[in-house]
């Protein structure tokens, strides 16, 4: 196994060939906002879960659209075809 080539470049230095390790792959949450998570979900079950949340959309509302907002995709993808008819109603005419 090579040892690691430590150099000074500038102001910085830089280990190994100077290129990024792999780090890790897109999407993987890091330690502290999976466990975060997780304490928020038990921490809504405790509460009650589903009924809690109902219960707050009621009380509420405000904060309950944008906790809403945040868990909602943030695009809509959508191909929609639709034909809109417009009907107007006539006033009844009690004399016919």
């Known amino acids: ?5 430590k150099k000074q470049t500038g102001a910085k230095q830089v280990f190994g060939d100077g290129t990024p390790g792999p780090g890790r792959k897109p999407g993987v949450p890091n330690k502290v906002t999976r466990e975060l998570k997780e304490m928020i979900l038990a921490a809504l079950d405790n509460a009650g879960g589903e009924k809690y949340l109902a219960q707050q959309a009621i ?3 405000t ?3 944008t906790l809403v ?3 909602l995709p943030l695009t809509v993808n959508a191909n929609v075809k639709a034909t809109v008819a417009l009907v107007q ?3 009844l005419d009690d004399s016919l």
């Open 63 to 65: 904060a309950f659209m």
């Open 69 to 71: 907002g945040k868990v």
């Open 59 to 61: 009380e509420n509302p």
């Open 1 to 5: 196994m090579a040892a690691t080539i």
């Open 89 to 91: 109603a006539l006033p």
